[in-house]
């Protein structure tokens, strides 16, 4: 099968095998596949953040649910959010039958441990023809739904996540710093909430468009009006949550500085490089600073059904699509925020 491949660091497209689907597994088609930046973050800066990974794993007591860590010198295929339809069933499959569409919390289990599909040299993941899924992790896209936007549960998953862990709550109000997919996700989620006001920064006007339509009360350029400048005009006395949604070196501290006394800062970005910031900013101002990472299955089911009943229209981040030949071009254009929000691969 077609598959894009990633090798020492670089991506290519090559023909792989056809994964076997295990004891209460699944092999399904891939019918369309988000590209999420943190793909495009790991080809670039993959090596330092695996050589973290493994320092992390030698310090730390041996855990069975700590997922297998790749090998960048053997092939891997990423792609986590995903929509697929079964296509054949292994042993001990009770749920799912053939002709299923599914969406799947990206994890695969097996003797061997865990498995992140699409962070794996066992499991392929979305940007090939076709994956398998575990069946306790699988969850059945609720009919009339496209998979065009099934495949954005996972992005959605990531915003619903760092809201909840964030507590804010309504009689808050919230910054989002970067408005990408999961600054967007964010959004979504603290509109669904009825969380408000809401000010959105980010330097592309695409994207400051996109967290209007999904809710966002104030959106700004930076370059031309700070965002905590426009919360204090629009509001400047209700808590405040700062979302850092950028994930590049240094937003935390501006995080930081902009943030008023005894505001939360909520870290959703996922900065794969070393960075730094002076503790006195948080001293003096009692931040509470919170970092998190990705979703738990209910917040992932809760994703997909608030996508399925209408709650949130996400329909205008799908700005691209691609077969797997196209996913190397798609990797550089998503460096053009005014051409894309989210490109989906449709094998």
Same mark, same amino acid.
């Given at each position: 099968?077609?598959?894009?491949?990633?090798?020492?660091w670089?991506?290519?497209?090559?023909?792989?095998?056809?994964?076997?689907?295990?004891?209460?597994?699944?092999?399904?088609?891939?019918?369309?596949?988000?590209?999420?930046?943190?793909?495009? =973050?790991?080809?670039?800066?993959?090596?330092?953040?695996?050589?973290?990974g493994?320092?992390?794993?030698?310090?730390?007591?041996?855990?069975?649910?700590?997922?297998v860590?790749? %090998?960048?010198?053997?092939d891997?295929?990423?792609? =986590?959010?995903?929509?697929?339809?079964?296509?054949?069933?292994?042993?001990?499959?009770?749920?799912?039958?053939?002709?299923?569409?599914?969406?799947?919390?990206?994890?695969a289990?097996?003797?061997?441990?865990? =498995?992140?599909?699409?962070?794996?040299?066992?499991?392929?993941?979305?940007?090939?023809?076709?994956?398998?899924?575990?069946?306790?992790?699988?969850?059945?896209?609720?009919?009339?739904?496209? =998979?065009?936007? %099934?495949?954005?549960?996972?992005?959605?998953?990531?915003?619903?996540?760092?809201?909840?862990?964030?507590?804010?709550?309504q009689?808050?109000?919230?910054?989002?710093?970067g408005?990408?997919?999961?600054?967007?996700?964010?959004?979504?989620?603290?509109?669904?909430?009825?969380?408000?006001?809401?000010?959105?920064?980010?330097?592309?006007?695409?994207?400051?468009?996109?967290?209007?339509?999904?809710?966002?009360?104030?959106?700004?350029? +930076?370059?031309?009006? +700070?965002?905590?400048?426009?919360?204090?005009?629009?509001?400047?006395?209700k808590?405040?949550?700062?979302?850092?949604?950028?994930?590049?070196?240094?937003?935390?501290?501006?995080?930081?500085?902009?943030?008023?006394?005894?505001?939360?800062?909520?870290?959703?970005?996922?900065?794969?490089?070393?960075?730094?910031?002076h503790?006195?900013?948080?001293?003096?101002?009692e931040?509470?600073v919170?970092?998190?990472?990705?979703?738990?299955?209910?917040?992932?089911?809760?994703?997909?059904?608030?996508?399925?009943?209408g709650k949130?229209?996400?329909?205008?981040?799908?700005?691209?699509r691609?077969?797997?030949?196209?996913?190397?071009?798609?990797?550089?254009?998503?460096?053009?925020?005014?051409?894309?929000?989210?490109?989906?691969?449709?094998?």
């Amino acid at each position: 099968m077609r598959a894009a491949v990633m090798k020492n660091w670089s991506l290519r497209v090559d023909d792989i095998a056809v994964p076997t689907p295990g004891n209460g597994q699944v092999l399904a088609k891939v019918l369309a596949c988000g590209i999420c930046g943190s793909d495009l =973050h790991l080809l670039v800066h993959g090596e330092e953040s695996r050589r973290l990974g493994e320092e992390l794993a030698s310090e730390t007591p041996p855990d069975a649910m700590r997922p297998v860590m790749f %090998a960048p010198e053997h092939d891997m295929v990423m792609g =986590h959010e995903y929509c697929c339809e079964v296509l054949d069933v292994g042993p001990n499959v009770n749920n799912l039958k053939v002709g299923d569409t599914i969406v799947s919390f990206p994890i695969a289990f097996d003797e061997q441990g865990v =498995h992140g599909v699409g962070f794996s040299n066992k499991y392929p993941g979305g940007y090939s023809e076709m994956l398998v899924a575990n069946e306790m992790m699988a969850i059945k896209v609720p009919n009339g739904l496209s =998979h065009e936007l %099934a495949a954005l549960t996972e992005p959605l998953a990531v915003g619903v996540h760092a809201v909840a862990k964030s507590r804010i709550a309504q009689g808050d109000a919230a910054v989002i710093l970067g408005l990408g997919p999961v600054g967007l996700a964010c959004i979504a989620e603290l509109k669904m909430r009825g969380i408000g006001p809401i000010i959105g920064a980010d330097f592309s006007p695409k994207r400051r468009a996109l967290a209007q339509h999904l809710g966002a009360d104030e959106v700004v350029d +930076p370059r031309d009006t +700070p965002a905590i400048a426009a919360w204090r005009k629009i509001d400047g006395s209700k808590p405040l949550v700062i979302f850092e949604a950028v994930g590049v070196p240094g937003m935390i501290e501006q995080a930081m500085r902009m943030a008023p006394k005894d505001a939360r800062v909520l870290v959703v970005g996922a900065c794969m490089q070393e960075d730094s910031f002076h503790p006195m900013l948080g001293i003096q101002k009692e931040l509470s600073v919170q970092f998190v990472l990705g979703y738990t299955p209910l917040e992932f089911d809760s994703a997909l059904r608030a996508i399925a009943d209408g709650k949130v229209d996400l329909a205008p981040l799908i700005t691209g699509r691609v077969p797997i030949d196209g996913v190397p071009q798609a990797f550089t254009d998503l460096g053009d925020p005014e051409a894309h929000a989210k490109i989906l691969v449709t094998p």
